[in-house]
C-alpha cells in the first residue's frame, strides 16, 4: 500500500513569520549572527532553526563557498523557512537537533539562537 505524505499545517508557523520575526526574532538573529562573525567559505548550523531567520541571514556571510545547515524538529516550520526568500541557499533538515543527520566536523559555526528552551 503506497501512503501519501500530507502537507504540514503552516497556520502557526506563518503567524510566528509575519508577528514575531519583523520585531523580535529577526532583529535578535541579525545580532547573533553578526556577533558569530562567519566569513565566506564556511559552514554555519542553525539548531531549532524554527522558520530559518537566522540560517537566511548567514547563508548571505558565508557566500562564496560557505554552507549553512538548519534543522527543527517542527516540520511546519522548516516548510514554511523552505518557502521564505534566502531558503534555497540553506540545507534544510527535519529533525532533533541532540540527533544531527550530518557527520561529525561538517561545521564551522553553530548557533542555536531560539531553541534552548525547547530542548
Known amino acids: ?5 500530507t502537507a504540514p499545517d503552516t497556520t502557526a508557523a506563518q503567524a510566528f513569520e509575519t508577528f514575531m520575526v519583523p ?5 535578535w538573529s541579525r545580532l547573533i549572527v553578526d556577533q558569530l562573525a562567519p ?4 559552514s554555519l548550523l542553525d539548531a ?13 556571510l ?4 560557505g554552507c549553512v ?7 511546519a516550520m522548516v516548510a514554511l523557512g523552505r518557502t521564505l526568500e534566502g ?3 540553506v540545507d534544510w533538515r527535519v529533525g532533533d537537533a541532540q ?15 531560539q531553541g534552548y528552551q525547547f530542548f
Do not use: H, N, Q, S
Open 62 to 65: 558565508v557566500a562564496p563557498g
Open 1 to 5: 500500500m503506497a501512503t501519501t505524505e
Open 48 to 60: 531549532a532553526c524554527g522558520t530559518g531567520t537566522a540560517a537566511r541571514y548567514a547563508a548571505t
Open 87 to 89: 531558503a534555497d541557499a
Open 99 to 113: 540527533a544531527l543527520p550530518w557527520d561529525d566536523g561538517t561545521f564551522d559555526v553553530v548557533l542555536c539562537a
Open 23 to 27: 520585531t523580535i526574532f529577526g532583529p
Open 39 to 42: 566569513k565566506p567559505g564556511e
Open 69 to 75: 545547515g538548519a534543522i527543527d524538529i517542527d516540520a
